[in-house]
């Protein structure tokens, strides 16, 4: 399995839209030899490829819902907790265009 | 005995008769949560401005409780233990908590949690660390652990949590309270906030099982917005209760009672003292075999898949439509500076190995494998449930730790003794911790776990269980 390095940490992290701060490297390196002997641990079973991966705890039947039209949440509601609301919407930097 | 400190039955009889009001109940905890909590640190928000309800014929109507915060409540603070949440406002309630409203139970406090549910300590919430009742230098365990210290200390008769590791089974060991998880989907997840769906469990700490099982048939039922919850209207987990369990039949997985044994021999002997006790009961116990790969597997597998889906439920933590923005001169920096910040080091840690997992070179091999391997331990266990009405296990390796105390990771303690709980999750089991004694003036706990929707069952047995060993809680044992 690929080494972790500091590049594919960060590389990671802003996959996910954040930072690693430059302190927190070591403890992660560290950590990470953890991880990969954790991760060593499940493919130790023999056959391992030929099971079926499971995403549920159990077999069910999913019963859907009618498809009926509600509302369900009012813009008063929606915008009551963004921190910039301008006309009923929330507000976000410019996202194309030239300058403000 | 305050009436706060009896069963939910003698409490409800108390209020019919008038020898005890809500009113008095929900001050007296409100006075008791104030009092406790720079001792314990268990609420983020406690609700002075909660109000009596009407008494009705539901035994939970008017009786105090608090909720662990991620649950969502309309109007009231909820954030997750997380600073990326800490002015999330909700304007709507979880269904259980609308459930419990339609009980008339009365919401006094929001308990502090492991940031966003992710730990097994309670040490990591933005307003800082639950303490132990029993040893204020020992942790409760989490990632519920105010709710569980709550209930501990006699604070409220009940509190509710999640589980989707064990974070309500193994904080309830470590608070010498009872603590379940009911089968996957008889609760509506709708308004839990999600870390690892496939694992999420609904569940409550109480004092009693029977008290246990008054809290989860009010909270139980198929929603409309949870499509995974099912009708459960035949399931009555209090009518059963007490019905004889002799010719009942458990197995105890012998990898992990062997590993206690050898690591822990005053938990042993209480162990193999329950076991004689559920022979007294007419219980049937029997020795069974997990493969040891598999059951070593089980934690690397729940950090696997947990990580993994935690990287996906979370990816809503913008900052812009709600929660903790940071400013930033474009969305993509909002969003950046929002989440460096608003994350704790440890969180950001785990999304990273989630990351890392998914990642396309990764994910047969990390991802995919750690969802066989749960197919391998739930087929195992679920082909023993043919035989037996559940397993019984020791709920963890060891009391309480403190909180500076260092655990390896890789050792079979760790591995096999400590995150076996998880397996409730995998197969989303019922599953109940009850205290089973003491060490050192800690208390320690067993687990039972039976196959999903046979609850009312795990709660007969627990129930039975509970009678022989006859624990008394701490909350029970000092004068207020």
């Known amino acids: ?100 | 005995m305050s009436y706060l400190d009896k069963s939910l039955e003698e409490i409800h009889a108390a209020l019919k008769d008038g020898k005890v009001t809500s009113k008095e109940l929900v001050e007296e905890s409100l006075k008791r949560a104030h009092d406790y909590q720079d001792e314990l640190n268990s609420f983020v928000t406690i609700l002075d401005d909660a109000k009596e309800k009407d008494i009705t014929d539901n035994v939970l109507s008017g009786i105090p409780y608090a909720a662990k915060d991620n649950y969502s409540t309309k109007g009231i603070l909820t954030t997750a233990s997380s600073n990326i949440l800490s002015n999330y406002v909700p304007v709507f309630d979880a269904t259980a908590i609308t459930k419990l409203k339609e009980a008339n139970a009365c919401l006094i406090g929001k308990t502090v949690l492991d940031e966003l549910a992710m730990g097994g300590t309670s040490t990591t919430g933005h307003t800082g660390p639950v303490k132990n009742p029993w040893d204020t230098s020992r942790l409760i365990g989490g990632s519920s652990g105010g709710s569980a210290a709550a209930v501990a200390k006699g604070i409220v008769p009940y509190a509710l949590g999640s589980d989707t590791g064990d974070s309500i089974r193994k904080p309830a060991c470590y608070g010498g309270i009872v603590g379940v998880k009911p089968t996957y989907g008889l609760i509506s997840r709708w308004g839990l906030f999600a870390f690892a769906s496939s694992l999420d469990h609904l569940g409550c700490f109480a004092k009693s099982v029977k008290d246990a099982a008054y809290v989860i048939n009010n909270m139980k039922g198929i929603d409309d917005n949870d499509m995974t919850s099912w009708d459960s209207s035949n399931i009555d987990l209090v009518k059963d209760i007490d019905k004889d369990v002799s010719g009942k039949k458990l197995f105890y997985i012998k990898e992990i009672v062997d590993e206690l044994k050898n690591s822990n021999q005053k938990y042993y002997y209480n162990f193999i003292n329950i076991l004689n006790y559920c022979k007294e009961l007419g219980i049937e116990v029997k020795e069974e075999s997990i493969d040891i790969k598999l059951l070593k597997g089980a934690y690397p597998t729940y950090m696997a898949i947990s990580c993994a889906e935690a990287t996906s439920n979370n990816s809503n933590l913008t900052g812009i439509p709600f929660g903790n923005k940071k400013d930033g001169d474009n969305p993509y920096e909002v969003m950046i500076n929002t989440r460096t910040e608003g994350f704790s080091e440890l969180i950001r840690r785990r999304f990273v190995i989630g990351s890392f997992i998914l990642q396309k070179e990764n994910q047969e091999k990390l991802f995919k494998n750690a969802q066989r391997l749960r197919r391998l331990i739930v087929e195992r266990v679920t082909e023993l449930f043919k035989k037996y009405d559940g397993y019984i296990v020791p709920a963890s390796g060891d009391i309480a730790p403190h909180f500076n105390e260092e655990i390896d990771r890789l050792s079979e303690k760790y591995l096999l003794l400590e995150n076996h709980l998880v397996i409730g999750d995998f197969g989303g089991f019922p599953s109940i911790t009850i205290p089973s004694g003491e060490i050192d003036n800690m208390p320690i706990a067993i687990n039972i776990t039976g196959p999903i929707m046979e609850d009312a069952k795990i709660f007969n047995i627990a129930k039975k269980l509970e009678e022989k060993i006859g624990f008394t809680p701490l909350s029970l044992r000092k004068e207020k």
């Open chain 1, 1 to 100: 399995m690929k080494k972790i390095t500091k590049e594919n940490i960060q590389d990671y992290a802003l996959k996910l839209m954040f930072k690693m701060k430059e302190d927190e490297y070591d403890t992660f390196e560290k950590e990470f030899e953890t991880i990969l002997k954790h991760m060593d641990l499940i493919g130790q079973i023999d056959g391992i490829e030929n099971v079926e991966p499971m995403t549920f705890p159990f077999k069910k039947d999913v019963i859907l819902r009618e498809d009926v039209v509600t509302s369900t949440l009012t813009t008063e509601d929606a915008i009551k907790n963004a921190k910039d609301v301008i006309y009923d919407e929330v507000k976000v930097p410019r996202v194309v265009g030239g300058e403000e």
